[in-house]
Every structure is written in structure tokens, then in C-alpha cells.
């Protein structure tokens, strides 16, 4: 079922059905931007730019490109300098949200915690021991 929202854009009122988060209008405008785009890194000297080049040869913003490597539209195999944001540091990554630095870097939290609650464990275990009392001697 659809849901009526402004469009991020321009403001107007859409149709949100899940598929576009924009205007059909802002839509049209955005292809022909991708045209613009894809048109100037399919040049065997462009291939290799940067985000920035590519901002500046174009003339697009640079969240309309990270939208297009999101989705998968300008693949970072075929383009190698083009990825989005990490939503931690704001480094550049190719695949889910967190760049390699910081997915491992949460890793190694994560084996961190994990160890420190077993050792937690193991001493909560052991205090529980059997104790000798006199009597027992």
C-alpha cells in the first residue's frame, strides 16, 4: 500500500511505495544525472577517478553518487576509487556500512567482551566451591 510523503528533493508529494524514496520528476532528473555520470567514467582515462573528480567534472552532488554505489548502479569492481561512507569514521568502503578498519576493530571488541564474560564466569563458578568445615576432618 502506498503512503503519501514530500519528496526529500523538492518537496513535493509522492506516492512512497518502498521502490523510490524521490518524485517521479526527481527521478527523470536523477537518470539523466546517471547518464551524465556513467557517460563520463566510461571514458578509459575516468575510470579510476575519485569522487571528488567526479563531482567536479559533472557537477553532481556527492550523496547522489554514494546512492548509486549503495545500490549497486556504479560498481567499485569497474570503478575502483568510487565507494560511500562508513557510518562509524566517514571513511570510504565498498560493501555494508561499516569499513573494514572498524569492522574489525568491533570484532576484536566483541572477542573482548566475550572473554571477560567468561572470566566472569568461571570465577562466579569457582567462589561456589565446596568448602571443608571443621567438622569434616
Do not use: H, M, W
Given at each position: 500500500m502506498a503512503?503519501?510523503?514530500?519528496?526529500?528533493?523538492?518537496?513535493e508529494f509522492f506516492n512512497y511505495t518502498g521502490v523510490r524514496d524521490v518524485c517521479?520528476?526527481?527521478v527523470q532528473k536523477e537518470e539523466e544525472l546517471y547518464q551524465i555520470v556513467y557517460k563520463f567514467l566510461r571514458k578509459r582515462e575516468n575510470r579510476a577517478?575519485?569522487?571528488e573528480r567526479i563531482v567536479e567534472a559533472t557537477g553532481v552532488q556527492e550523496e547522489l553518487l554514494y546512492k548509486w554505489v549503495?545500490?549497486?548502479r556504479l560498481q567499485p569492481a569497474m570503478f575502483p576509487n568510487l565507494g560511500y561512507p562508513c557510518d562509524n569514521c566517514g571513511?570510504?568502503?565498498?560493501?555494508?556500512?561499516?569499513c573494514d578498519?572498524?569492522?574489525?576493530?568491533?570484532?576484536?571488541?566483541?572477542?573482548?567482551?566475550?572473554?571477560?564474560?567468561?572470566?566472569?564466569?568461571?570465577?562466579?563458578?569457582?567462589?561456589?566451591?565446596?568448602?571443608l568445615s571443621e567438622r569434616n576432618k
Open positions: 503512503e503519501l510523503r514530500n519528496c526529500p528533493s523538492c518537496g517521479y520528476n526527481c577517478a575519485t569522487v549503495r545500490k549497486n571513511r570510504l568502503t565498498t560493501k555494508g556500512k561499516l578498519q572498524c569492522a574489525d576493530e568491533l570484532k576484536s571488541d566483541l572477542r573482548t567482551f566475550e572473554a571477560a564474560k567468561e572470566f566472569r564466569a568461571n570465577i562466579a563458578k569457582s567462589e561456589r566451591g565446596t568448602y
